[in-house]
């Protein structure tokens, strides 16, 4: 059974719009959560993180917003360019950061 | 500045045969984690490394897979007698401090493929 979902498998944006990528998670001891991007042949990378004392994380053109009793979470990004084409995983761990839960990712394209 | 390096990058192998991977991560991070990623999918937990101490071992699939980290720096992964399923790419990553909620950083990953 998985604990992080991501639904959208895939996802198209066009350049300069909003791109909203969503995650689902099951298990109320989670407590801390980030999006990694990831780009063929190379390892995930970090984009942004949120703690569940937060509901709102902003870094430039990313925002990652939480509702905890939705246990939903969703990265946004304004304006969408096409150098942010790459899937994304959500990931959520407990508060001791051991054991990081991925998501499958969903892979955005974003479109000239 | 040398990030998370793995090698090999890609490896190739017969079922039955055993293999190691290594990860060579930042130099100074104290966290060092193993994850398992199948075709499609998200990063598996398999395990985490405080220094060389393995403080969590409950990814590793079965006592087929073993890792060390003798000297807190570089890891290996072992699989002995590999079997189709165990093909995936291994992704190590580290992180600056200990528990983890530090940035994590990812090498490019050893692909294995079980024949």
């Known amino acids: 059974d998985q604990q992080v979902k991501q639904n959208s498998p895939s996802l198209s944006v066009q350049e300069g719009r909003i791109s909203i990528l969503n995650c689902d998670y099951t298990n109320s001891m989670f407590d801390y959560f980030l999006w990694y991007k990831k780009y063929p042949a190379e390892g995930p990378t970090f984009l942004i993180s949120?703690?569940?004392?937060?509901d709102k994380n902003e870094d430039g053109r990313f925002t990652v917003f939480l509702n905890k009793s939705a246990k939903h979470l969703s990265l946004h990004i304004v304006p969408s360019q096409p150098g942010d084409s790459a899937v994304y995983f959500c990931?959520?761990?407990?508060?001791?950061?051991?054991?990081?839960?991925f998501g499958p990712g969903t892979r955005l394209s974003v479109l000239p | 500045g040398a990030g998370v390096s793995q090698s090999p990058r890609y490896k190739v192998a017969k079922r039955g045969q055993d293999v190691a991977l290594r990860c060579d991560p930042i130099?100074?991070?104290?966290?060092l984690f193993w994850y398992q990623q199948a075709l499609g999918q998200g990063p598996e937990f398999l395990t985490y490394?405080?220094?060389?101490?393995?403080?969590?071992k409950s990814g590793l699939p079965s006592d087929r897979f073993f890792a060390e980290r003798p000297e807190g720096s570089v890891s290996t992964l072992k699989i002995q007698r590999t079997q189709q399923e165990d093909s995936a790419v291994y992704l190590c990553?580290?992180?600056?401090?200990?528990?983890?909620?530090?940035?994590?950083?990812f090498g490019p990953g050893t692909r294995l493929l079980v024949l």
């Open positions: 990931a959520a761990s407990d508060n001791y950061g051991q054991n990081f839960v």
């Open positions: 490394f405080q220094n060389e101490a393995q403080l969590d």
């Open positions: 130099s100074g991070h104290v966290s």
């Open positions: 990553a580290s992180s600056l401090r200990a528990g983890g909620l530090e940035t994590q950083y």
């Open positions: 949120i703690s569940s004392i937060k």
